[in-house]
């Protein structure tokens, strides 16, 4: 059993930054995918951002479109942290974002479904004014 907490939200203008961080508070990150995700009062949970390990410290980084180039997850295996760096934020960033873990390897195309995230944490509100 996983349990994650995040950490890190808070309120910013539009072009600040924010970075969140999530630990696993027991069990391990092991290979398996970890990353963010988000959801906006009325709106579905979407994918920000997760990693896919490849062995040792090293990792691959996917990110949906929209925050591409803004934002920036990193994963440090050995301490079973991995943390979301935005910038640039704009009021559409306004969410709640949440850490998520898979229990199982998955395929790229598998990776922005939130179903196949085992593992969440209680989520870090991020409010963008404008």
């Known amino acids: 059993q996983v349990q994650l907490v995040e950490s890190g939200g808070g309120l910013v203008q539009a072009g600040g930054s924010l970075k969140l961080s999530c630990a696993a508070s027991?069990?391990?990150?092991?290979?398996?995918?970890v990353g963010w995700f988000r959801q906006a009062p009325g709106k579905e949970r979407e994918f920000v951002a997760t990693?896919?390990?490849?062995?040792?410290?090293?990792?691959?980084?996917y990110y949906t479109d929209s925050v591409r180039g803004r934002f920036t997850i990193s994963r440090d295996n050995a301490k079973n942290t991995v943390s979301l760096q935005m910038n640039s934020l704009r009021p559409e960033d306004t969410a709640i974002y949440y850490c998520?873990?898979?229990?199982?390897?998955?395929?790229?195309?598998?990776?922005?479904?939130?179903?196949?995230?085992?593992?969440w944490g209680q989520g870090t509100q991020v409010t963008v004014s404008s």
């Open positions: 027991s069990g391990t990150f092991s290979d398996y995918p």
């Open positions: 998520a873990k898979s229990a199982s390897r998955l395929i790229v195309s598998s990776l922005s479904k939130p179903g196949n995230y085992d593992y």
């Open positions: 990693t896919r390990w490849l062995g040792g410290s090293a990792y691959n980084r």
